[in-house]
């Protein structure tokens, strides 16, 4: 039903800025949360920052401060404004949407986009 199309990745110097987007086709019916997650070579996945459908926000202790997540007016976009980046943000990016109602949850993952930050 829904599908997620990461874009934006990139390779830039230290301190640098690098914007992502996430293209959602299809209804999220109910609750939805979309969120961007990294990958790191020999690293897990972690969570980077989130969005509810009702505009609550939240970030990683790591980009809090220097990522932002924001959607477009038709909530059909998200991105992920990343300021100041450092090496170590150097990753696969993923987005990802959780949504539907209790006890019907659907989790969706977007294919990911490179993003490597040089020192």
């Known amino acids: 039903q829904v599908r997620l199309v990461e874009s934006g990745g990139g390779l830039v110097q230290a301190g640098g800025s690098l914007r992502l987007a996430c293209a959602a086709s299809?209804?999220?019916?109910?609750?939805?949360?979309m969120g961007w997650y990294r990958q790191a070579p020999g690293k897990q996945r972690e969570l980077v920052a989130t969005?509810?459908?009702?505009?609550?926000?939240n970030y990683a202790d790591s980009v809090k401060g220097r990522f932002t997540i924001s959607r477009d007016n038709a909530k059909n976009t998200v991105y992920l404004q990343m300021n100041s980046l450092k090496p170590e943000d150097t990753a696969v990016y993923y987005c990802?949407?959780?949504?539907?109602?209790?006890?019907?949850?659907?989790?969706?993952w977007g294919q990911g986009t490179q993003v490597t930050v040089s020192s």
């Open positions: 969005s509810v459908s009702g505009g609550s926000t």
């Open positions: 990802n949407a959780a949504y539907g109602f209790v006890g019907r949850l659907e989790n969706v």
């Open positions: 299809g209804t999220m019916f109910g609750i939805n949360v």
